[in-house]
């Protein structure tokens, strides 16, 4: 029997495109189709695979989606999400959409449309198994599969708002798909973002100190900073948040179980730091 169109993803099909034409999309037998007969499956699990035929390379793989989903629903992150809200719903106007590349298990994207009853939210990322997690995290929140360096499979000036949380950035295309008055919200961590984790588990990723030199390239030829906000607090973790911690980071690609297993080397509280930017296209 083919798989129903969720309500969350019909809501979209007027700002989707065909990623191989650039034609509508219509639902076609558990599917969606385009005029020239591009088709596009829809998971039982609630998202539409518009990489079809392209195995994706990064992504949370299913142990990095497991960790994320119960990391994040402790709510150490809970400031970081409510900034990003706050900073979307300046943007937002009337049902207008919010999208968010590389939106991991969508848990920031939730926290947009919890605060925006009218809004309609859209999760790309390349990882099916945090994709399955997006497309329940909120009745209004569809969910696709998307590799952020390719052209985005949506029309021109469509969103009023894309989030890029701890995630990739294709500066083009961000600047093609948001409306002339929207925004683009951008979180990334500053050189103290879980200090007391990175000294001291061996293999954690480190970040670049020209990070922020790096974000004002890319961005500067699309984007005008228009305000910044620093989120920094201490939060306490269990022994297991902060393994899913570093399980759901980069880190984990580089860390085996038995790196951890030294009580010693996993701190009971650390420092959260992050940049968040709202910026508006040039």
Same mark, same amino acid.
């Given at each position: 029997?083919?798989?129903?169109?969720?309500?969350?993803?019909?809501?979209?099909?007027?700002? %989707?495109?065909?990623?191989?034409?650039?034609?509508?999309? /219509?639902?076609?037998?558990?599917?969606?189709?385009?005029?020239?007969?591009?088709?596009?499956?829809?998971?039982?699990?609630?998202?539409?695979?518009?990489?079809?035929?392209? $195995?994706?390379?990064? @992504?949370?793989?299913? *142990?990095?989606? $497991?960790?994320?989903?119960?990391?994040?629903?402790?709510?150490?992150?809970?400031?970081?999400?409510?900034?990003?809200?706050?900073?979307?719903?300046? *943007?937002?106007?009337?049902?207008?959409?919010?999208?968010?590349?590389?939106? @991991?298990?969508?848990?920031?994207?939730?926290?947009? +449309?919890?605060?925006?009853?009218?809004?309609?939210?859209?999760?790309?990322?390349?990882?099916?198994?945090?994709?399955? #997690?997006?497309?329940?995290? /909120?009745?209004?929140?569809? *969910?696709?599969?998307?590799?952020?360096?390719?052209?985005?499979?949506?029309?021109?000036?469509?969103?009023?708002?894309? +989030?890029?949380?701890?995630?990739?950035?294709?500066?083009?295309?961000?600047?093609?798909? +948001?409306?002339?008055?929207?925004? %683009?919200?951008?979180?990334?961590?500053?050189?103290? /973002?879980?200090?007391?984790? $990175?000294?001291?588990?061996? @293999?954690?990723?480190?970040?670049?100190?020209?990070?922020?030199?790096?974000?004002?390239?890319?961005?500067?030829?699309?984007?005008?900073?228009?305000?910044?906000? +620093?989120?920094?607090?201490?939060?306490?973790?269990?022994?297991?948040?902060? %393994?899913?911690?570093?399980?759901?980071?980069?880190?984990?690609?580089?860390?085996?179980?038995?790196?951890?297993?030294?009580? @010693?080397?996993?701190?009971?509280?650390?420092? #959260?730091?992050?940049?968040?930017?709202?910026?508006?296209?040039?």
């Amino acid at each position: 029997m083919p798989v129903s169109l969720p309500p969350a993803l019909e809501s979209f099909l007027d700002f %989707l495109r065909c990623p191989t034409c650039g034609a509508c999309l /219509h639902p076609d037998r558990g599917a969606l189709r385009c005029p020239v007969g591009h088709t596009f499956d829809i998971s039982r699990h609630g998202y539409v695979s518009l990489l079809t035929g392209t $195995r994706a390379t990064s @992504g949370d793989d299913a *142990a990095m989606a $497991r960790a994320r989903d119960r990391f994040l629903a402790t709510g150490r992150y809970g400031p970081i999400r409510r900034t990003v809200a706050r900073l979307a719903a300046d *943007a937002v106007h009337g049902s207008h959409p919010v999208v968010d590349v590389g939106c @991991g298990t969508g848990y920031y994207l939730a926290g947009v +449309l919890e605060q925006l009853p009218d809004a309609r939210g859209l999760g790309l990322d390349a990882s099916v198994r945090a994709l399955r #997690v997006t497309a329940r995290a /909120h009745e209004r929140a569809a *969910a696709a599969t998307w590799d952020v360096f390719c052209p985005l499979p949506l029309a021109d000036g469509m969103a009023d708002v894309v +989030l890029d949380v701890f995630a990739p950035r294709n500066p083009s295309e961000f600047h093609r798909v +948001l409306r002339p008055d929207g925004r %683009l919200v951008v979180v990334r961590p500053t050189g103290r /973002h879980l200090a007391e984790l $990175r000294s001291q588990v061996p @293999g954690m990723v480190t970040i670049d100190p020209a990070k922020e030199r790096r974000l004002y390239k890319v961005l500067a030829p699309f984007f005008e900073a228009v305000g910044t906000e +620093l989120v920094e607090y201490a939060t306490s973790l269990t022994r297991p948040e902060a %393994l899913d911690l570093v399980g759901m980071t980069p880190s984990a690609r580089h860390l085996h179980g038995a790196d951890l297993d030294d009580d @010693g080397l996993v701190p009971g509280q650390v420092t #959260v730091s992050v940049l968040a930017t709202a910026y508006r296209p040039r």
